[in-house]
């Protein structure tokens, strides 16, 4: 069974792009792989550029063959690079705005502001990610 989850990143702007991760969404699991493989605005932008995400894992990319049927270990699982489908992102105009609207859909939502993880309750509120690992 998949645990959901929304990988996000609130922009210059001040809106938020966000992508959807069907496995491994747990804090233990996707949390702690956000917190210590992707901790830049850099990194997290690379990350997002993917599109929705099929599985998060510690590198985004590698030079063996790497696809959707044919994964490599420890490579992330991107729906548009690696199986062919649309490139696929969600778009917030503002950050309390996503908040509100993704928190009931999936099972974790994850957002990087300001350099720091979030983790999005079910009631819309943030919690900085650090402090529940």
């Known amino acids: 069974m998949a645990t959901r989850s929304t990988i996000a990143m609130k922009q210059k702007d001040g809106s938020v792009k966000a992508v959807y991760c069907h496995w491994d969404g747990h804090i233990e699991t996707a949390g702690k792989t956000l917190l210590e493989k992707y901790n830049t605005e ?8 993917l599109g929705s995400i099929s599985s998060l894992r510690d590198k985004l990319s590698t030079k063996k063959l790497h696809s959707f049927d044919v994964p490599q ?11 062919g489908e649309s490139l696929q992102h969600y778009v917030a105009t503002s ?11 999936q099972d974790y939502n994850y957002i990087f502001i300001d350099g720091e993880w979030n983790l999005v309750q079910n009631s819309g509120k943030l919690t900085l990610l650090k402090t529940l690992i």
């Open 42 to 49: 850099k990194r997290v932008t690379k990350l997002i550029s």
């Open 95 to 105: 950050v309390s705005g996503w908040c509100k609207s993704t928190s009931k859909h």
């Open 73 to 83: 270990p420890n490579v992330t699982i991107a729906y548009h690079r690696d199986r």
